[in-house]
């Protein structure tokens, strides 16, 4: 099973929605070790005409001899979209402001590394690994200091909508960017828990033709009260 499985549906003590009260199996107060989210926010954006520098030109496969296969030029683009979910962020300066307590003007290059993928005048499939910078000048809320300094972490996602090849490993694309910015601290957070999770055994995978056919109802079903199948009188 696991904790989704329909054998489970009648366990109370398992992740899901809650039904009833909230509060019933409610059995201590945990200290856990968290990133608390102090502030977010999310930017999207179509950025048009973009040229990228991808690191190398590599094949996907081979034809089994492990030499490396040729990239037979030209080249035409296929398709991109970020290899990670997870920006990096660098120049980045937090500027608090004096006139809006706890928040600051926050200021950053995020890089989104990219996969191009592309075919060569072949038909062999290849890929690249590039680098988009969107400029990044937000206000956000800061906390105070404290001993546990907080953090800046980006999340990235980019597709691409269109490309094409310009030589020496340069291609121009447009391409659809989604940027969350958070702003985290790992801290000691007290929370109420119902305990700990009671992992179920795992459900093997079968055919199981006849669940649908024992799921069935003994007797023909008719109406509310199932007395039997009446005609209308």
Known sequence: MSFYSYKNTNTDIVPGLIKGDASRGLCERACIQVHKVFDSCLQQEQLTNVDVTVTSLCALCDDGSGATPVITPPISFESCRSAATKGTIRNLTIDRLCDRPNFARVRGTVD???????????????????????????????????????????????????GSYRGDNVFRITVCVTIILKILAEVDLLVPTYGYCPVPPCEEFAENVCDEIFSLPIFPQTGDCGCGPYPNT
């Open 112 to 162: 989104i590394p990219i996969d191009i993928l592309f075919v060569d005048a072949n038909g062999q499939e290849g890929i690249g690994r590039g680098v988009i910078s969107v400029t990044k000048d937000v206000l956000m809320y800061i906390p105070d200091e404290s001993i546990v300094p907080f953090t800046l972490e980006t999340l990235v996602s980019a597709i691409c909508v269109t």
